[in-house]
């Protein structure tokens, strides 16, 4: 969710911020604006759109300098157009980008129009190049009024600030939104996380909460919350520039779906043995607190939240521990009731969901056991924050849609169901170690799934022209049919639901016609019969059924069931992420079909880093 970019240099900065800008796409936007500090003046290019658009921009009228911030804006206050679109001005003299919401806009920018200033844009962030503008304006030199500013302000905020008249500066801050130094030779720069920074160094800094920084070419200095000078550890990023390239692959959607059994394969990788879960995977001393474990609280959004029901059948029925599951959005606004011995488990793959953080932060008071992250960002804030952590290792994802996040997230989430079950001494070991051997199968059951893509993307063609999805699972599989259904809507914009099969009778059963097409996902379990009734009952009313199922429940299933797509899932550890490759799939190729933005659909952001 936005993205900013700037450095400073000794070299003409433009093209550092644009491929910056391109690198950051994968957040989600819908403008895009530059600002470059040049002999005393400020020069600024924005637009309504792409960075393409930008970019076109700039070649019909070059901007250069060696000193600039730039910016991907996705709209919260003001509609997505060239006005509202970052960097904002004030006063020809300071610019300014921002990252977040702030809450008490409306109070500062009537005390502004009181001095004197004027507003051209809706967004809450002009407030706040005013605010700065004001304090520059009494003396304070840029470091100064930007530290001064952000005190006055509520809410959350990545900035990014330069002045006409100090030439080489740019100012930093964050609380809330992410934001990260980057150490060149004679150049620092700032960025919403590392990929933007990737082509031009790999010696990062990661700013923590309310701290401001100042940087110019040889010299950077962050102040923290309480206005003290401090040192941030320096650290290398091991990812490559081109980690975050396409490739040979159409999508980044398409490239991520592929990169699945390789990132299983990595989440695996020296976390178990032959037969059991390897001691403290999740931190030093981990294991001392998860054997005191009595209860589990998952805590999550959208597809990592879906991954969290996934585990609460598993954690229940594999290791005999309750397990709660909650949006985070919902959590922090109640006063749950917290269990003794009991768990918090925040699942986020960016690190940085606004809401999964301030659940965390809202846990950490509230007398659990221990906070335990799962995420694929080894220093985004949430991480910073936990008390335990296990890594995804799932790579960079670049396409809103999330896949391999998914699929490693429940990887990552079956460690811990193996890991509570192994140390609560309940579970006979022998059954500890046939899950665990089922697990080194996974990364080829899902490069086997990964085969049916042809048959898949036949199949799609039966969805070009619909306009409703219902999809069924029961179990630990309506979660899986939940994800199906969020990865047709939110990339074929398909309006999509998923229920729990035994539910069509009360109500969804209505919506079944010839027109309307539903997906069951059918493990070889021991509610397959009560499954296949529930197929019957979409049959009997007219209904397209599309049966994705295990090669072993095909038996039981006949020709009037519907269409089938079988493939082998392994055992109930694998199968909610094997059934998953399909939906993926099915998805992606119902997008390419209907001409949608498959890695940026419509309205979507990658990092919900506000609420």
């Known amino acids: 969710m936005c993205g900013i970019v700037a450095a400073t240099t000794h070299r003409n900065v433009s093209e550092i911020l644009v491929s910056g800008l391109r690198a950051l796409e994968?957040?989600?936007?819908?403008?895009?604006?530059?600002?470059?500090?040049?002999?005393?003046?400020?020069?600024?290019?924005?637009?309504?759109?792409?960075?393409?658009?930008?970019?076109?921009?700039?070649?019909?009228?070059?901007?250069?300098?060696?000193?600039?911030?730039?910016?991907?804006?996705?709209?919260?206050?003001?509609?997505?157009?060239?006005?509202?679109?970052?960097?904002?001005?004030?006063?020809?003299?300071?610019?300014l980008v921002h990252n977040g919401i702030i809450e008490n806009h409306d109070e500062l920018r009537l005390e502004l129009q009181t001095r004197g200033y004027e507003f051209s844009s809706e967004t809450d962030s002009e407030v706040m190049?005013?605010?700065?503008?004001a304090l520059v304006s009494e003396g304070k030199d840029l470091f100064g009024a930007v530290r001064e500013a952000v005190k006055r302000i509520r809410g959350a905020y990545a900035i990014a600030v330069v002045c006409a008249?100090?030439?080489?500066?740019?100012?930093?801050?964050?609380a809330g939104s992410p934001l990260v130094l980057g150490l060149g030779f004679q150049e620092h720069y700032l960025a919403s996380d590392v990929?933007?920074?990737?082509?031009?160094?790999?010696?990062?800094?990661?700013?923590?909460?309310?701290?401001?920084?100042?940087?110019?070419?040889?010299?950077?200095?962050?102040?923290?919350?309480?206005?003290?000078?401090?040192?941030?550890?320096?650290?290398?990023?091991?990812?490559?520039?081109?980690?975050?390239?396409?490739?040979?692959?159409?999508?980044?959607?398409?490239?991520?779906v592929y990169e699945q059994p390789e990132a299983v394969a990595a989440t695996l990788e020296g976390r178990i043995s032959a037969d059991h879960v390897l001691p403290n995977i999740f931190g030093v001393g981990a294991d001392d607190i998860l054997r005191q474990v009595k209860q589990v609280h998952i805590v999550a959004c959208g597809t990592s939240y879906h991954a969290g029901l996934v585990a609460r059948y598993q954690l229940e029925e594999l290791a005999g521990i309750p397990c709660m599951v909650e949006v985070a959005s919902e959590y922090r606004y109640r006063n749950p009731v917290i269990p003794e011995k009991a768990l918090f488990v925040a699942i986020s793959q960016s690190g940085e969901t606004a809401d999964t953080l301030a659940a965390l932060r809202h846990a950490r008071k509230s007398g659990?056991?221990?906070?335990?992250?799962?995420?694929?960002?080894?220093?985004?804030?949430?991480?910073?924050?936990?008390?335990?952590?296990?890594?995804?290792?799932?790579?960079?994802?670049?396409?809103?849609?999330?896949?391999?996040?998914?699929?490693?997230?429940?990887?990552?989430?079956?460690?811990?169901?193996?890991?509570?079950?192994?140390?609560?001494?309940?579970?006979?070991?022998?059954?500890?170690a046939g899950w665990t051997r089922e697990l080194h199968n996974l990364?080829?059951?899902?490069?086997?799934?990964?085969?049916?893509?042809?048959?898949?993307?036949?199949?799609?063609?039966?969805?070009?022209?619909?306009?409703?999805?219902?999809?069924?699972?029961?179990?630990?599989?309506?979660?899986v049919a939940m994800e199906g259904a969020l990865k047709l809507k939110e990339i074929s914009y398909i309006h999509a639901e998923a229920y729990p099969a035994g539910e069509l009778k009360h109500g969804p059963l209505a919506l079944v016609d010839h027109d309307m097409p539903v997906i069951a996902v059918a493990p070889n379990n021991r509610l397959l019969e009560k499954l296949i009734s529930n197929i019957e009952e979409v049959r009997a009313r007219g209904g397209e059924m599309f049966v994705i199922a295990?090669?072993?429940?095909?038996?039981?299933?006949?020709?009037?069931?519907?269409?089938?797509?079988?493939?082998?899932?392994g055992g109930p550890l694998l199968a909610p992420v094997v059934l998953t490759i399909p939906m993926q799939l099915l998805a992606y190729h119902v997008a390419v079909l209907r001409g949608t933005d498959v890695d940026q659909p419509r309205n979507l952001a990658k990092s919900v880093t506000v609420e």
């Not at 998914?406 to 811990?416: I, R």
């Open 26 to 95: 994968y957040r989600g936007y819908d403008s895009a604006g530059i600002a470059i500090q040049h002999d005393g003046i400020l020069s600024r290019q924005r637009t309504k759109g792409k960075v393409r658009d930008l970019e076109a921009l700039l070649e019909a009228k070059p901007l250069a300098g060696l000193c600039g911030i730039a910016h991907t804006r996705w709209a919260t206050h003001g509609v997505p157009n060239t006005i509202n679109a970052h960097p904002h001005l004030s006063h020809e003299s300071i610019a």
């Open 129 to 133: 190049v005013h605010l700065v503008h």
């Open 165 to 174: 008249n100090e030439p080489g500066v740019i100012v930093g801050a964050r």
């Open 195 to 256: 990929h933007p920074l990737l082509g031009v160094t790999n010696r990062f800094v990661y700013l923590e909460e309310g701290d401001v920084a100042r940087l110019s070419t040889d010299f950077y200095q962050v102040r923290d919350s309480d206005d003290h000078e401090v040192e941030r550890p320096v650290r290398e990023a091991n990812l490559a520039a081109d980690a975050i390239q396409r490739g040979n692959y159409r999508h980044f959607m398409q490239k991520e």
């Open 368 to 432: 659990y056991l221990a906070a335990l992250v799962i995420c694929n960002v080894p220093e985004s804030s949430i991480v910073r924050e936990a008390d335990l952590v296990l890594m995804t290792r799932a790579g960079p994802e670049i396409g809103v849609a999330a896949t391999k996040a998914f699929t490693t997230q429940l990887v990552a989430l079956q460690l811990l169901v193996l890991e509570l079950a192994q140390l609560s001494g309940r579970i006979d070991p022998a059954l500890i």
């Open 443 to 479: 990364p080829r059951l899902i490069g086997s799934a990964l085969e049916l893509d042809g048959q898949i993307e036949l199949l799609a063609e039966k969805f070009v022209d619909r306009h409703h999805a219902l999809f069924l699972g029961r179990g630990a599989y309506y979660p």
């Open 550 to 569: 295990d090669a072993r429940a095909v038996v039981s299933l006949k020709e009037r069931h519907g269409q089938i797509i079988k493939l082998d899932t």
